[in-house]
């Protein structure tokens, strides 16, 4: 098939560059290194004031105004999902704070890439978390510039340090200066426009900002 031989091209070209570090961070889990050895965060711990524990029920300092409006400050960003991505039917990732962009990923695409992952030997719980760390670069590649703190709503508890590690490495591939301690995985509720914003797109009220090929969200998990 056309699309599934284009799919092994984009497979081939990347894979050399991310190798096999999804089998390099379970290893290591949860004690992960990464950027030449230097020690980040053990699992389901952030570096934030105090040591709170990533999906450990810990929220930020609610940010809501006197009427109970949802409020930021202009660098930190969230990120939410609506649809699992190891789930049937299609899976909506959305990034907002000032700007918002929304990725949605088919369940066709989602079922060829998990195919292309499997075959190049990533481990089959592995293969969720490496599309969720694609679909969340897509939606806030072209905005890395703007954040300070990207924080992630906690979707799979026991991956935190996994998650945090893989999108760093694709961060700083692309020539970006971007600390660990920008990357924090906490609870995203519902009042968030992150939040708001995928369920629209999965409730076919808003469209999508980008749809992914399969080639293109393999580029990038």
């Known amino acids: 098939m056309r699309w599934w031989a284009s799919l092994r091209q984009a497979q081939d070209k990347h894979w050399a560059q991310w190798g096999r570090e999804d089998d390099a961070a379970q290893d290591s889990f949860p004690h992960h290194r990464a ?3 230097r020690a980040e965060e053990t699992a ?3 570096p934030r004031p105090g040591g709170l524990a990533a999906g450990g029920g810990h929220r930020l300092p609610p940010q809501t105004d006197e009427a ?3 409020l930021f400050t202009m660098s930190n960003v969230e990120v939410d999902q609506s649809g699992r991505m190891e789930m049937s039917g299609e899976t909506t990732v959305a990034a907002s704070n000032g700007f ?8 066709r695409v989602k079922q060829e890439v998990r195919q292309a992952l499997l075959e190049h030997g990533v481990k089959p719980r592995m293969v969720m978390v490496r599309m ?3 679909a969340i670069l897509l939606a806030i590649r072209d905005h890395l ?3 300070d703190l990207l924080m992630i ?3 799979y ?9 893989l999108l760093l490495d694709r961060i700083r591939a692309l020539g970006f200066e971007f600390a660990g301690e920008s990357i924090m995985i906490t609870r995203v509720g519902k009042k968030s426009p992150a939040h708001r914003a995928a369920i629209r797109v999965t409730r076919r009220q808003a469209k999508a900002d980008k749809t992914p090929s399969a080639e293109e969200l393999l580029e990038v998990c």
């Not at 918002?100 to 088919?106: G, I, L, N, P, Q």
């Not at 508890?157 to 590690?165: F, P, R």
Request: charged content about 30%; proline content about 0%.
């Open 132 to 134: 969720f760390v694609g």
């Open 35 to 37: 950027n030449g050895g």
């Open 157 to 165: 508890t026991g991956y935190e340090a996994t998650i945090k590690s």
């Open 100 to 107: 918002t962009v929304t990725v949605r990923v088919t369940a």
């Open 153 to 155: 709503d906690e979707e």
């Open 145 to 147: 510039e703007e954040i």
């Open 44 to 46: 389901g711990r952030d």
């Open 68 to 70: 109970g409006e949802y």
